[in-house]
């Protein structure tokens, strides 16, 4: 392989898993990841820069994701220690679409509710935080975008 | 993101890049520069820089570029807030004490 052909080789590969990384990334970051990488990939000079930019962006997906849930279950943890308090319980009803890659599509909504909003609101911060981790529906064999319900029970001792 | 003042981790990276903007703090910086000014990898970099803002330190804005007659992309923007400054310099003031913020 000569020299120019491997460059152009690492360039194609670093903009692919530029591409590829940022849309990996939770919503609403993506659109703006992906834009930001590739304006720093087009500052980079060299190929095998480049190449380690893209990398290096993959990399950063899961700590941006990793970091993300955390903060989400906190915020449900803290909705939900009021309600451990009051040894609230109950069945909430979750609607969630997500695409082929298992990522929510749109925010989640409460179908059927607890009764109690801090209830409902950890449900739904549950519900957001798995964003990445459902299974889709498959149709021949192949993942694809969807919609479906599914319930979380609260039975909360203090 | 919350813009709130949040406590933010600190680590050998997350000071490298507070220094980085520390030099000149009215600066605004792309990630790419920071990247030069610093020489972490992209993929500790722009965690810290998240982190950061979701912290309420820094606040970023896209480049006022028009890509297509400038022939590149606009950069996301990013510079040190009030509260981020404060904080920095609070940080590295206590480093220069000896004890860690």
Not at chain 1, 38 to 49: P, W
């Given at each position: 392989?000569?020299?120019e052909?491997?460059?152009?080789?690492?360039?194609?590969?670093?903009?692919?898993l530029?591409?590829?990384?940022?849309?990996?990334?939770?919503?609403?970051?993506?659109a703006r990841?992906?834009?930001?990488?590739?304006?720093?990939?087009?500052?980079?000079?060299?190929?095998?820069?480049r190449l380690?930019?893209?990398?290096?962006?993959?990399?950063?997906?899961?700590?941006?994701?990793?970091?993300?849930?955390?903060?989400?279950?906190?915020?449900?943890?803290?909705?939900?220690?009021?309600a451990?308090?009051?040894?609230?319980?109950?069945?909430?009803?979750?609607?969630?679409?997500?695409?082929?890659?298992g990522?929510?599509?749109?925010?989640?909504?409460?179908?059927?509710?607890?009764?109690?909003?801090?209830?409902?609101?950890?449900?739904?911060?549950l519900?957001?935080?798995?964003?990445?981790?459902?299974?889709?529906?498959?149709?021949?064999?192949?993942?694809?975008?969807?919609?479906?319900?599914?319930?979380?029970?609260?039975?909360?001792?203090? | 993101?919350g813009?709130?003042?949040?406590?933010?981790?600190?680590?050998?990276?997350?000071?490298k890049?507070?220094?980085?903007f520390?030099?000149?703090?009215?600066?605004?910086l792309?990630?790419?520069?920071?990247?030069?000014?610093?020489?972490l990898?992209?993929?500790?970099?722009?965690?810290?820089l998240?982190?950061?803002?979701?912290?309420?330190?820094?606040?970023?804005?896209?480049?006022?570029?028009?890509?297509?007659?400038?022939?590149r992309?606009?950069?996301?923007?990013?510079?040190?807030?009030?509260?981020g400054?404060?904080?920095?310099s609070?940080?590295?003031?206590?480093?220069?004490?000896?004890?860690?913020?």
């Open positions: 392989m000569t020299s052909r491997m460059v152009e080789w690492m360039d194609r590969a670093a903009g692919c530029v591409h590829h990384a940022a849309r990996r990334t939770p919503e609403p970051l993506s990841l992906e834009e930001e990488w590739l304006a720093d990939l087009a500052e980079r000079r060299s190929g095998f820069s380690r930019l893209g990398f290096g962006c993959y990399w950063a997906t899961y700590t941006i994701a990793r970091e993300r849930r955390v903060a989400t279950v906190a915020a449900a943890g803290s909705a939900l220690a009021h451990i308090r009051r040894e609230e319980q109950g069945i909430a009803t979750v609607s969630a679409c997500v695409d082929a890659g990522r929510l599509t749109s925010d989640p909504r409460i179908v059927q509710s607890t009764g109690s909003p801090r209830l409902d609101e950890g449900a739904l911060t519900a957001i935080a798995g964003s990445g981790h459902y299974r889709a529906t498959t149709e021949n064999g192949k993942p694809v975008d969807s919609c479906y319900a599914f319930r979380i029970r609260f039975d909360l001792k203090n | 993101m813009k709130e003042d949040r406590e933010v981790r600190m680590s050998l990276q997350t000071l890049v507070l220094e980085a520390l030099e000149n703090p009215t600066d605004q792309s990630g790419a520069e920071v990247h030069q000014r610093c020489k990898a992209s993929g500790t970099l722009y965690p810290i998240l982190r950061l803002e979701a912290a309420g330190w820094f606040v970023s804005r896209w480049e006022s570029i028009n890509p297509s007659s400038a022939g992309p606009r950069r996301r923007l990013y510079r040190l807030t009030q509260t400054l404060k904080r920095a609070e940080v590295f003031a206590s480093f220069n004490r000896g004890v860690l913020a």
